[in-house]
């Protein structure tokens, strides 16, 4: 079953009905949020996946980023987090989870959150990520509702760790191009989300299994407008455009591309290659930001300077068919 044939159950059941409930997951919002007191709301969101690089530790570190990284794009910060753990312990040393662990609790603790307890289970396949807890002022909570047209589009990350990490389980890729999206991947959206959260930032999500265009797309529906791409604006990790060249596309990719046909137009000067990159399946990409123009600049020099990042301004909010998107 598809991701998208698995979103339809999820959205055919009902969505439960109580104010205080800002955001369900009705919106295809990164987090669910729940308001307990006028100026507090709890931020609730849980990951887990396969191992996506060989070493352990590495694992941990990603898949733990990934999971607080929806807490940071509501414009949250992390509280607590639980593990969530299946590993095949007759078959696989139990030092290898213990990597896997050490990992997910040290990049827990770098966002000045920990971890409080979990659950494990047998499983013929590793799988590792977590629940979060993370807390929010309300009058704070950046959803996916809010892009306005004239606002530009913030990405803070480079795209293509899908396509990377395909081209490392094919043995295309190691060295430097390994270390790069190791990088990318560990790296907390903390620093951003902080940021914009003080610039007045109208819409955010992350970047993951949608890649950008997916997630731009329930952006744009979700605030009734349109969105433009500048392809040649879009960070890429180095390895990307070769390794499409090269035909390596993850299934998911692909899939996301698909269910993007009639959502998003492409303009003549765009190849079959910029679309698989634009919708890259990837795990844990940045954060992309709807925002003012001039903050969107500011931001950038903020994030530049600061924190030594390398994001870029892809694009702006148009009017047009709600979710729909333009790749220039
Ligand atoms: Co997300
Ligand atoms: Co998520
Ligand atoms: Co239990």
Redesign the pocket.
Known sequence: MSPVDLGKILFSLDCPRDENLLVGFQGGD?AAVYKVREDLAIIHTVDFFTPIVDDPKSFGQIAAANSL??VY?MGGSPLMALNIVCFPSSSLDLSILGEILKGGEEKVREANAFIAGGHTIDDKEPKYGLAVIGQVDPDKLITNRGAQVGDALLLTKPIGGGIVTTGIKRGYVKGEVLEEVMVVMKALNAAPSELMQQLGAHSC??I?GFGLLGHGHEMARASGVALEIYKNKVPLLSATKSLVRDGVIPGGTKTNLKFLEDKVSFSSTCKEEDGYILADAMTSGGLLISLLEEKAYELRELLKTKEGMAPAIIGRVVEGKAGSIYVS
Do not use: E, G, K, N
């Open positions: 990164d990284s929806d794009a999500t992350d993951t």
